[in-house]
């Protein structure tokens, strides 16, 4: 069964930065593609940004230039590498799978989701 489980969330101040880890299980890692998301108390899911097969990358504009996205195939890890990070920025975050190519935005084309990392920004 496909696990996927987020780790690395806490609680930081404005500006600073923060890794988040997912960590992958039961399925062909390297021929998937990821995404991350990430949702505030009563706002809907948002779309941070997601990575290739082959490792391209497609951020939303808000966090482009501030956040990375990286996988290690090998360790079946992805990352999300946030920087200079803002009070807007706190929410849950979550990783999540697809077996297939993703061409959108949507939560909709991702099977399997993580349980979520909390990341707290404070002013």
């Known amino acids: 069964q496909v696990q996927l489980v987020e780790s690395g969330g806490g609680l930081v101040q404005a500006g600073a930065s923060l890794r988040l880890s997912c960590a992958a299980s039961?399925?062909?890692?390297?021929?998937?593609?990821m995404g991350w998301f990430r949702q505030a108390p009563g706002k809907e899911r948002e779309f941070v940004g997601r990575i290739s097969y082959g490792g391209s990358t497609y951020y939303t504009d808000s966090v482009k230039g501030r956040f990375t996205i990286a996988r290690d195939n090998p360790k079946n890890m992805a990352y999300l590498q946030m920087s200079s990070l803002k009070p807007e920025d706190t929410a849950v975050y979550y990783c999540?799978?697809?077996?297939?190519?993703?061409?959108?935005?949507?939560?909709?084309?991702?099977?399997?989701w993580g349980q979520g990392t909390q990341v707290t920004v404070s002013s």
């Open positions: 039961g399925y062909s890692f390297s021929r998937s593609a």
């Open positions: 999540a799978v697809s077996r297939r190519a993703v061409t959108t935005r949507s939560a909709s084309e991702y099977e399997y």
